[in-house]
Nanobody, 124 residues
Framework: QVQLVESGGGLVQAGGSLRLSCAASGRTFSSYTMAWFRQASGKEREFVAAISRSGDSTYYADSVEGRFTISRGNARNTVYLQMNSLKPEETAVYYC?????????????????WGQGTQVTVSS
């Protein structure tokens, strides 16, 4: 198993930036594909970004492509989400997720491990 703890959320003005972190503990971090999802109040959870086990392959939702960057530091057991040019409609709880397989995938049902989430609020 792997345990995930997100941090870095907060309140930011539209157009601003935030960097989320997700610290992992447990089994070998580098054996997990990692992803970020978000869930706004009253809406379904949606995919944001994912990164391969080695970090050499990334995958983004169309809505964040070019503004968000996912990265990982396997030596630090941490995955990051740099978010730039944030929009009010991106206010949500952001979740880190892990799956112990090679394939980088955007379906939340294929991720077995989840953090507790961190709130991101973008004011207009």
């Amino acid at each position: 198993q792997v345990q995930l703890v997100e941090s870095g959320g907060g309140l930011v003005q539209a157009g601003g930036s935030l960097r989320l972190s997700c610290a992992a503990s447990g089994r070998t971090f580098s054996s997990y594909t990692m992803a970020w999802f978000r869930q706004a109040s009253g809406k379904e959870r949606e995919f944001v970004a994912a990164i391969s086990r080695s970090g050499d392959s990334t995958y983004y939702a169309d809505s964040v492509e070019g503004r968000f960057t996912i990265s990982r530091g396997n030596a630090r057991n941490t995955v990051y989400l740099q978010m730039n040019s944030l929009k009010p409609e991106e206010t949500a709880v952001y979740y880190c997720a892990a799956r112990p397989y090679r394939t980088v995938i955007n379906d939340s049902r294929d991720y077995a491990y989840w953090g507790q989430g961190t709130q991101v609020t973008v004011s207009s």
